[in-house]
């Protein structure tokens, strides 16, 4: 899901983000960490945040994996 244009939790629901939580997949979601507070409440699934960064060079990149 692009949440680039998401702004409130409202909105995530508006566009079915419950539905998704209920099919028992994988659910990519960027732009996350606007919805942190919101995610951390739903303690049935186990979120897994991927933070991809540029390095100096701006030739390799740093991942950073986390649970929430």
Known sequence: ???WRIQTVPE???IGF????QQ?????LEWSERFFSYLEKIKTIQF???QIE???TDLER???L???
Do not use: G, K, M
């Not at 419950?18 to 939580?21: D, I």
């Not at 028992?24 to 990519?28: G, K």
């Open 24 to 28: 028992n997949a994988v659910i990519a």
């Open 54 to 56: 540029t390095t100096a």
């Open 12 to 14: 995530l629901e508006e």
């Open 48 to 50: 897994i945040s991927i």
């Open 1 to 3: 899901i692009d949440a």
């Open 62 to 64: 740093r991942i950073t």
């Open 66 to 68: 986390s649970t929430l």
């Open 18 to 21: 419950q539905r998704y939580l």
